[in-house]
Nanobody, 117 residues
């Protein structure tokens, strides 16, 4: 059974940092990419960052470029999202997503991030 488990969310002041973790298990098919997405209250879920597993290339959406860094633990299915210079508009539930070459998509349960003074 495929599982994606996120952790690391919480309450942080503007300008602060958090590191989110995603542990993936149970995959038997080849994966194409792992992403972090977020959904703010009243808004649609949006893509934040993606690691393409074939070459390790990481891409970021404009609102988080230069502030967020996505990485992978060497040799493991652990993925991180280091978030620096957090702002109130970063408040959202953050989700880990895994996509396979066959077109299947798997989601974690999400971890909540609140940026507020």
């Amino acid at each position: 059974q495929v599982q994606l488990v996120e952790s690391g969310g919480g309450l942080v002041q503007p300008g602060g940092s958090l590191r989110l973790s995603c542990v993936i298990s149970g995959f038997t098919s080849s994966r194409k990419a792992v992403s972090w997405c977020r959904q703010a209250p009243g808004k649609e879920r949006e893509l934040v960052a993606t690691i393409t597993l074939a070459d390790g290339r990481t891409t970021y959406k404009d609102p988080v470029k230069g502030r967020f860094t996505m990485s992978r633990e060497n040799g493991k299915d652990w993925f991180y999202l280091q978030m620096n210079s957090l702002q109130p508009e970063d408040t959202a539930v953050y989700y880990c997503k895994a996509a396979t070459w066959a077109g299947y998509v798997y989601w974690g349960q999400g971890t909540e991030v609140t940026v507020s003074s």
